[in-house]
């Protein structure tokens, strides 16, 4: 009888809930890379986003814009750049960018996150 009621006092404990891990930005940041370079000058079908975290729309020399990113007059915050993936087009109508966005809020502050270490030059 004994067996039995340790047995029910193990069922009353409940699962311990473990937390993911929160995303690895570099990781995660993979899907981008298959348009957009982190080094300075990398062209690719996007533009480098080394140093993007503060700098105004549009303005990698030699990348061509579409006429809607280059007039945006967007500056890349981290705000700004949340916004943009997780919907690019309603933020910039027009874009070029054909990436749908990134509807995880945990995976875009990662991926930002990871931005922010990358140098302008």
Same mark, same amino acid.
């Given at each position: 009888?004994?067996?039995?009621?340790? *047995?029910?006092? /193990?069922?009353?404990? &409940?699962?311990?809930?473990?937390?993911? +891990? +929160? &995303?690895?930005?570099?990781?995660? *940041?993979?899907?981008?890379?298959?348009?957009?370079?982190?080094? &300075?000058? %990398?062209?690719?079908?996007? &533009?480098?986003?080394? $140093?993007?975290?503060?700098?105004?729309?549009?303005?990698?020399? $030699? *990348?061509?814009?579409?006429?809607?990113?280059?007039?945006?007059?967007?500056? /890349?915050? %981290?705000?700004?750049?949340?916004? *943009?993936?997780?919907?690019?087009?309603?933020?910039?109508?027009?874009?070029?960018?054909?990436? $749908? $966005?990134?509807?995880?809020? %945990?995976?875009?502050?990662?991926?930002?996150?990871y931005l922010k270490t990358l140098?302008?030059?």
């Amino acid at each position: 009888m004994r067996s039995g009621y340790i *047995f029910a006092a /193990w069922l009353a404990v &409940p699962a311990v809930a473990h937390a993911a +891990p +929160p &995303p690895n930005g570099k990781v995660a *940041f993979a899907a981008c890379a298959a348009c957009h370079g982190t080094k &300075p000058g %990398e062209k690719r079908m996007g &533009p480098s986003l080394a $140093g993007i975290v503060g700098r105004k729309a549009g303005s990698v020399a $030699g *990348f061509t814009y579409s006429p809607a990113m280059a007039k945006s007059g967007i500056s /890349w915050t %981290e705000a700004t750049l949340d916004a *943009f993936m997780a919907n690019p087009r309603s933020v910039v109508p027009g874009t070029k960018m054909a990436y $749908g $966005g990134v509807a995880q809020p %945990e995976k875009r502050k990662a991926i930002i996150d990871y931005l922010k270490t990358l140098p302008a030059k």
